[in-house]
């Protein structure tokens, strides 16, 4: 280690006259070596990835195909996970539930993120008015429990929406509004240190427009907050959505998702306890993985807090 | 960071606290505006459920139940009169049971104080301590125990650990879910029992996050020159960290944990729900499948002034507890 550092001098640093894919595998490296427990989540969110891309291609029967004779049968070798009271697979159920949670996540929380930058950026960079007004709409979503919030709007744009498909579309705009509040604010807070910076300064006396500082400088210098809060929200928006989901509030037949397989258990799990088991051991999985990355990702990219884990 | 002279000092706390009670009262408005339009969007209302109970619907009926529950009157009016009663703290009356809001919730907000209030002391007793230790304990196999079982509680959905405990209850802690709810003042032992299951739930799921910060304060405190110098003077150990660093990490400690108010009273409607408990979260669900308009109201803004208000105590003891707080 030591050796190889005064050989080339680099200080395991990435140089910028080096190419972009050398940084990123040098950066993908050190990432593996820093943090072990951060890459084994990895590796669980590459798998659930792929099962949520082709589930089709591991599952055992089709999400919906109704087996009557069949049904409520405990874990076999035919049904992995045991079938449910229409003698539907659970296995293929909680690989196609996968999907739902994943897209629903990265829409949310890619809603949210975009919400998020413009609503902060603009609110810390031109202060004053724009921001007071800005931050009492945040303060008015965020004076609502979250639950009860999503419940309402879920509630409203389901009437204009409804079937499976746009169940899911309108979660995923409700979720990614609720959640770009408390991120707004963390951008905001990002913006207005950075605008006090001398080259934002020298920015404005060659005559940049505002524009252009907010994209060209301001923007930059906030990425890193707003990809840490996807990474640390994505976990959160799936364990909201399942619980919506559970209520009853979210996904709708006959898209399996998880929260819902845990609602439909609640009338045979106490004799057949598979059914509530194996969807809610998927979230707990899912979102464990989603938070243990997330905590290596923040560690890395966040200078601040860099020695304090 | 400018110091002020002492009596300047307390004007400025004064000025302060003066501007953010003051800035409450906007958003609180934007709050009842909120709640009653959204409400009024929901689709569907009430006279549908009361009409599908009934042979004959004409037109006639149904004029006169808007009629009776002043449905008919424009939404402007409407909500001047919703505001006007607020002010008198009268929440208007049930459209489903016909009695006063405030009438039906006082045997339900106990219920719900009750769950919210243990899950809170559970996540505190055992969040702190543990977060302590883990930052003294920093890299040591305790630490990664513990913190893997922090990330653990924040990653397992509370209703499925209900579910879990339901269903496999009886064989792990011979504990199985009570046929009827107790009130607390009716027979506190049973209203007990029945209660601090969902609270450890709640209450786990509440206490990763506490834990975590309280790790990281812990360790960025633990780095500061003022311990070194109480080390230094040869203080023990264990009044470093209780009586110094403690002191100062607790701070952002605090804060999250007012903020997570908001994290409790959804959790009480998921655990409610689970649990049957006859609290406001349960009753929330069933008076919007009712569209019981006054009823979802009272509750959606108790819950918001509830987050609100605590959110000012958390800034205003911040402003007290630590000199170094600027008031911008």
Redesign the interface.
């Known amino acids: 280690m030591a050796a190889r550092e005064t050989a080339d001098g680099s200080l395991g640093l990435a140089r910028p006259a080096d190419g972009v894919f050398t940084r990123i595998r040098r950066g993908l490296f050190s990432f593996i070596r820093r943090k072990p427990l951060g890459t084994f989540a990895a590796l669980i969110l590459i798998a659930l990835f792929v099962v949520a891309i082709t589930p089709s291609t591991f599952a055992t029967a089709s999400y919906d195909e109704i087996d009557l004779l069949n049904r409520l049968q405990g874990p076999s070798p035919d049904h992995f996970f045991g079938s449910d009271k229409q003698g539907r697979d659970v296995f293929s159920r909680v690989l196609f539930g996968a999907r739902t949670s994943v897209l629903i996540g990265f829409a949310a929380v890619g809603i949210a993120a975009i919400l998020s930058s413009l609503v902060g950026i603009s609110s810390g960079y031109y202060g004053g008015k724009v921001d007071l007004t800005f931050q009492r709409f945040v303060d008015i979503v965020q004076a609502f429990p979250g639950l009860i919030f999503i419940i309402f709007l879920f509630s409203v744009f389901s009437a204009v929406a409804p079937g499976s498909f746009a169940s899911q579309v309108v979660l995923a705009l409700t979720l990614g509004f609720l959640f770009s509040a408390g991120s707004s604010r963390v951008v905001r807070s990002q913006t207005i240190s950075t605008v006090q910076n001398t080259y934002v300064e020298a920015a404005r006396v060659v005559g940049a427009t505002d524009r252009r500082i907010m994209v060209r400088h301001v923007f930059p210098n906030v990425f890193t907050v707003i990809i840490i809060n996807i990474s640390v929200q994505l976990g959160a928006v799936i364990l909201i959505e399942s619980a919506l989901s559970f209520l009853g509030f979210g996904v709708q037949p006959p898209y399996p998702s998880w929260g819902r397989m845990l609602n439909e258990a609640q009338l045979d799990m106490l004799l057949h306890p598979y059914l509530a088991f194996f969807p809610g051991l998927a979230i707990s999985l899912t979102v464990y993985a989603l938070n243990m990355f997330g905590d290596a990702l923040r560690d890395v990219l966040d200078p601040r807090l860099r020695g304090t884990e | 960071m400018r110091r002020l002279p002492p009596q300047d000092r307390g004007r400025a706390i004064h000025v302060y606290i003066l501007r953010r009670i003051l ?1 409450l009262i ?2 609180f408005l ?2 009842t505006l ?1 709640v009653f339009i ?2 009024r ?4 209302d009430i006279i549908d459920q009361i009409i599908s109970d009934q042979a004959d619907p004409s037109p006639e009926f149904r004029a006169s139940v808007e009629e009776r529950l002043k449905l008919n009157q424009g939404v402007p009016q409407a909500y001047a009169e919703w505001l006007f009663g607020l002010v008198q703290f009268d929440f208007g009356t049930s459209f489903s049971s016909g009695r006063p809001v405030t009438e039906q919730l006082t045997d339900r907000i106990p219920v719900t104080f009750e769950l919210g209030i243990m899950a809170m002391i559970y996540s505190i007793t055992i969040a702190i301590p543990i977060g302590v230790l883990s930052a003294v304990k920093q890299d040591t196999p305790i630490d990664y125990l513990t913190r893997s079982f922090a ?2 509680a ?4 509370s ?2 650990a209900g ?2 405990v ?3 209850g009886f064989d792990w802690f011979s504990w199985t879910p009570p046929l009827r709810y107790e009130y607390l003042w009716d027979d506190p032992v049973e209203n007990i029992k029945i209660t601090w299951v969902p609270a450890v739930i709640l209450g786990s799921f509440l206490s990763g996050s506490v834990m975590r910060l309280t790790r ?1 304060t812990m ?2 405190e633990m780095r500061q020159d003022y311990v070194r110098t109480a080390r230094a003077k040869g203080l023990t150990e264990r009044l470093v960290i209780a009586r110094h660093a403690m002191r100062n990490a607790m701070l952002p400690v605090i804060t999250v944990i007012g903020l997570q108010v ?2 409790l ?2 959790g009480t ?2 655990l409610e ?1 689970i649990f049957s408990l006859p609290g406001m979260g349960r009753y ?2 069933g008076a ?1 499948a009712l569209r019981d308009y006054p009823t979802v109201q009272a509750i ?1 803004l108790l ?2 002034l509830l ?2 208000v605590t959110n000012l105590i958390v800034d205003l003891s911040y402003a007290f507890i630590d000199p170094r707080i600027r008031y911008g």
Do not use: D, R
């Open positions: 800035l906007p958003t934007g709050v909120a959204v409400v969007l929901l689709p569907g990330i653990l924040l990653s397992i959905p209703f499925w579910q879990m339901i269903v496999y990281s360790l960025e908001s994290v009273i959804s409607v998921v729900t929330l669900i919007l959606v819950a918001a987050v609100l």
